[in-house]
């Protein structure tokens, strides 16, 4: 839970130096856009700890705190705000309305949401997107080891995590079912556990919108966690700016980066820009995959792949009641990692013998690229500045519809 003991207050004058230092474990942040951003200003605030302790992973979700929470009984056509699910397919092309049905989306978080599914249904009906219940069977929400019970113990923090994710889901892919792996706590060890069980329970489709600093013995989770092929991962590049995080580093997953998303009066209706907060690097320990030769001047493997918006200020719509009071509006690669997940699940069900991480190197021209933006300074340019093809802020671009991610 983000403490009020301590703010840190600051203009963000679009450099990931700055928002690393204003976003504090503890702190908030205030940071300037144009005029075609939601506001001139927006104060922000980390769902989680910019720095767990030792051990620990912590949620890449922004939560706005310059805008109001919108209780449920006061929304109305202008409310919410933040993008919506008809925005982002919108600016994706994807194909939300005709595909996902009978597939999964399974979310991997810490600690316990006990309004997750509620809260779910409100986001759910608001944009009149079927209902995902326990009921109908859509909805399932398990402890790491598989089993409805016990649940862990419920986090503030990690609840607002759990609502974005599951409306991120929700907006990309609304006929997928979708399974939320709640881990005990935060420990590496425990969310590294919840993401092999999903796989053990036939997971196709995995989020996580989390990280910590790339160690070497976090490594070992690569053949434990995501042993499987033929199943997608993804795992959001952080929002501290230029630098490396874990899972996004591991050669067996999707590492999503970030951007601003603006609408535009072009023939997409939109432009993209990397965001100054998305991490990206050259992993200290994971071996450069194929897929990547030629790209950068890394030796081992460079972050990120594909991208999607986290900008706080061009940020989502999203419902809570335990980790908030109502709608808010959300950014941080927390955003991204869900929208990859649910676009890999409208391509379908990806072939045993993929390397999910892999197929968009050889589908780059069924993306958007992104060519402006920097997360910071880095020794190799294209690492922290957005440019023509492959960048480590964005990767090879964000969604145009879901022919780069196999379908």
């Not at 589908?363 to 690492?383: A, I, K, P, W």
Request: with cysteine; charged share 15%; hydrophobic share 35%.
């Amino acid at each position: 839970m983000v403490s009020a003991r301590r703010r840190v207050t600051v203009l963000i004058a679009g450099s990931a130096v700055a928002l690393s230092t204003a976003v504090a474990a503890t702190g908030s942040a205030t940071a300037a856009t144009g005029a075609s951003g939601m506001a001139s200003r927006a104060s922000v605030v980390r769902s989680c700890s910019r720095a767990p302790a030792p051990g620990h992973a912590t949620c890449f979700a922004l939560r706005r705190t310059d805008i109001s929470p919108v209780p449920r009984a006061a929304a109305s056509a202008s409310t919410p705000g933040g993008y919506r699910p008809a925005d982002l397919r919108s600016a994706y092309k994807l194909p939300s309305t005709t595909r996902g049905t009978g597939l999964r989306v399974y979310i991997i978080d810490a600690y316990n949401d006990p309004s997750a599914e509620s809260d779910l249904g409100v986001y759910r009906s608001r944009f009149g997107l079927p209902a995902c219940t326990t009921a109908n069977g859509c909805f399932r929400k398990l402890n790491q080891h598989g089993s409805r019970s016990p649940l862990p113990a419920a986090s503030y923090g990690w609840s607002q995590e759990i609502s974005l994710d599951l409306d991120m889901v929700s907006a990309i892919c609304p006929d997928c079912g979708i399974t939320l792996m709640e881990a005990k706590n935060d420990l590496f060890g425990n969310l590294m556990t919840a993401a092999a069980t999903a796989t053990d329970l036939g997971a196709k489709f995995v989020s996580m919108s989390f990280g910590g600093a790339e160690l070497k013995n976090r490594t070992s989770f690569d053949s434990k966690a995501f042993a499987a092929s033929g199943v997608v991962y993804t795992a959001a590049t952080g929002d501290s700016g230029y630098g490396v995080q874990y899972p996004a580093s591991s050669t067996r997953v999707v590492a999503v980066g970030g951007t601003s998303l603006h609408r535009a009066a072009n023939a997409r209706g939109w432009s993209e820009t990397a965001w100054s907060g998305t991490g990206s690097g050259c992993s200290a320990h994971e071996a450069k995959p194929s897929w990547q030769d030629g790209i950068s001047s890394c030796a081992r493997r460079a972050v990120a792949d594909v991208s999607a918006v986290a900008d706080p200020r061009t940020g989502v719509a999203v419902y809570l009641t335990t980790g908030g009071s109502g709608w808010a509006v959300f950014g941080g690669t927390s955003v991204g990692a869900p929208i990859i997940a649910s676009a890999y699940a409208l391509a379908g069900k990806p072939p045993a013998t993929r390397k999910p991480p892999a197929v968009p190197y050889a589908h780059r021209g069924e993306l958007f690229d992104v060519t402006s933006g920097h997360n910071g300074e880095c020794g190799g340019r294209n690492l922290c500045v957005a440019g023509r093809g492959w960048d480590g802020p964005t990767g090879l671009g964000t969604p145009d519809g879901v022919g780069a991610f196999g379908g």
